[in-house]
């Protein structure tokens, strides 16, 4: 066997690349050996070379391929003899069959993949039992990692008696693959994305034969730090906890040969999902694999919407299209029948009986659901929603946030929470992301800001009322906060602040073992396993010895001091909503809300109220069914496709910035460029940087206020002489590329688990493309074009407005106007606008805006402005604007403004209302008389 030290520490993206790397390696073997193959009539020394090039590519790929079932050690034998022995067709010919059916899959359902020509056919017959049958549904394939004590020359005779235990009647088929140690079980999951369940015996070493010295100093310092050492060098166990922490789906089972019962009594190997004495009970074991993956393929709810489109069901409720016979029949739209097919419309009902469930109620196969997906997702408790994270959002702050509550925030958070902090009538504490002013877009909320917040509301006696955190995670852009540390130092100020992470982009993220700790639910555990280690609480009691059990509010070292709660009082309370459908095989709208709060009982009722108000009575049973399919994805191959998505990003970023053409007129900003440096303590500059590998990367993440998800691609396009909107739609016009939002001089492209190698290459054809032609543009159009050009490049680069902050809500929204926190009574503000006549407009490049600002009244927004881009509203209901937000409207060149009609003007509230008596009914003035006339006439 050979090192994989060289592979493992070249680059971090090399540690994603595992399946795509793994084909290119085959594909230069396959090419080299076609060289060889095709040098036969050439000079002995030049066929000797082909031979050598075959040779050390054989070597290169020789030491990735114990990981993996397929080819297998037979075959890789024969291949590695023909080298040896000259045969340069024959090495080109299995080279061939071999990454074919790599690329294809093909080996996952075709037996005859597994055999060379030269292989026995005995072989064959243990492949192919209970396959026989050709007109068998199709059996998914998967891989267990066997880590074994036994000498490796028994591997092969220990896999033959697993495959004896196949039978017809099997759902999934699955191939052994064996690893003799602690490292090379862990290298075994990480590398393989086919590895479904872990058969782990007792008694297996740490070191791996493979050298890997990045791998060993990570695993020597994450493992020991999480708790996860192997006591009494039982590395089995460890392993079995360190598999779990990699990749929490896995099923791991647990073969010792001491006392089985103490093992499988011991509480803290819960990741285990079932414990043998030795290999008693080999069917036992073959069952409980497959029992393993089936939980995780089942899909209730999908499941049972399948056999209800097969029966023959006689509608007399509300909904046409059921069934589809009024499509199907009809004369006029038979086409829109043809397109969708008839499942579609056979698996359309408004009932919620006859086993479909009721999402608002569920209590069958809908619940079932959704406790798989709370499993998958580490939650206690899981939520489809199908209206989009929007709905998600305003339901959750519905449920939490009462009137007067205040509601910390991102003010450059999706417009639902606003909307939601209305609904509830929460006031919004608008906390501040760091601008980055360059690219006109906000990075996040620094931790020093929120905790500020945090103690200025203690200073002034609010602090109670400060129920929950609401932040974006990731945002837009790509930002990630350090979610664990967050929570931690909120906690250690307030101890039962709700969080609600917004994570609509992120929902994927829980299947990278690099993104899953700063996800909500991820840092949850870790918070949650932190908060019960004694060493917590001991380091916790020095902090009270030092700033007391009660900070003082007024004490700035608490602002710089890394916070730890009160493991006593904290109540970890976190919420996560996301939309499955932005980042997984989910219908659009599909949502969830993913809880972990130990206090979710006292707010339960009200959670449902929530969801009452909110969610349609008419839910779409195809979303539903595509938000458990989603899940059934992600706990099966999510690992595999999300390590594809971040390494197709990487792909984009290294390709794009280190192209010769297209890197002079376009950039893809890297985490050093999104992310000052004073919030990347552990020194971490880029993903692509030299000298970063995966370890450096795990360090940033673990330890850097905040982190960039790199499928998140923000492609600077104003170099190139284009502003956002124009270039995005040019790409689609021009080349049928979609991208996700612009700014003033960039795009935001994005890789997800749908994205292809071959996605890649187009865009960055695309690339070359323009940039050819912006060449072209230039050399032929002389000086006048080329100062043209860096003009238009100066004034999208430059000459950008500044961003502005959150200026004030206006003093009759405030409770105390000289508060030294800025949260206000919004829904006041946002009804009051309801009353026309405490409204006025005024036009936005008017003197009188001019004059306002100068003299006064003061200018009062009097509902949401939401420019697209950015995409965040530079104006709230009751918020004063400064003439920096006047500025900032008047330089916008933005077509798509919500809530600004350029020809009625700015909408405010009028300097008469607001200098009125606050009523009772929340601002609103009694409804005028005209108003009361237009809606008696209304319906
Ligand atoms: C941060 C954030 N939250 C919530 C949403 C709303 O999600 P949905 O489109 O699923 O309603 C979006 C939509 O873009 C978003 O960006």
Sequence with gaps: MGTVAKAVNVRVDQFFTVAEARFDRWRSLLQAARAWEAAANQQRSDKEKHQGAVSASFAELRQWEDFFAFPGPALLKTLEERIASGDASGTARLAQSISTALLTHSYRTNPGDWEGEDQ????????????????????????????????ASAWAELGHELRKLRRAEDKFVYEPVFVGSFEDGVLGAILNGSVEAAIISEGITFASSHHSPVLREFLTAHLASSGMAAEDGQYGLALARGLKLLRP????????????????????VDCIRRVFYQVEEPLELHLSILDGVADRFDTPYFNNLQKYAQRPIGTFHALPVARG???????????????????????????TTGGLDSLLEPTGNIKVAQDKAARA?????????????????????????????IMLVDRNCHKSHHYGAVIAGAYPLYVEAYPLTQYSMYGAVPLRTIKKALLDLKAEGKLDRARMLVLTNCTFDGH?????????ECLAIKPDLIFLWDEAWFGFARWSPFYRRRTAMGAAAILERKLKDPAYRAAYQEQEKKFGADLDPKDKALLEARLLANPDKVRLRVYQTHSTHKSMSCLRQGSMVLVKDPDFHHVEEQFHEAVFTHASTSPNLQIIASIDVARRQMELEGYELVNRAIQLALDVRREVNSHPLISKYFRVLGADEMIPGEFRNSGFVDYLTPGTNWATAVKALREDEFALDVTRLTLVCGSAGFDGTQFKNMLAADYDIQLNKTSRNSVLLQTNINNTRSDIAQLIKVLVEISQRIEKRLAEGGSAAREAFAARVKSLMTDVPNLPNFSSFFSRFRENPSSITSEGDMRSAFFGAYREQQCEHLKLFSPEIDKRLKDGPELVSANFVIPYPPGFPIMVPGQVINGETIEFMRKLDVKEIHGYAAALGLKLLNPAFLQSAKTPTAGAAPPAKDNKQKSAGAD
């Design 120 to 151: 026995p056919q005995i072989a064959f017959a243990d492949r192919v039992r209970g396959t026989e049958d050709s007109g068998a549904a199709h059996r998914p394939y998967f891989e267990v990692l066997v880590v074994s004590p036994a000498r």
């Design 249 to 268: 789906e896995l099923d791991i089972y647990f073969l010792s040969d001491r006392e089985v019962e103490k093992v499988a009594g011991d509480v803290s």
């Design 325 to 351: 016979k009024s499509i199907f029949k009809s004369n006029w739209i038979r086409d829109m029948g043809r397109f969708y097919g008839t499942n579609l419309f056979l698996a359309e009902s408004s009932a």
């Design 377 to 405: 997702f580490g939650a206690d408790r899981a939520f489809f929603v199908t209206n989009g994270t929007s709905t998600s959002n305003k339901m959750v702050e519905q449920a939490l946030l009462a009137p007067g509550d």
């Design 480 to 488: 990630i906060y350090n979610v664990e540390r967050v929570m931690e």
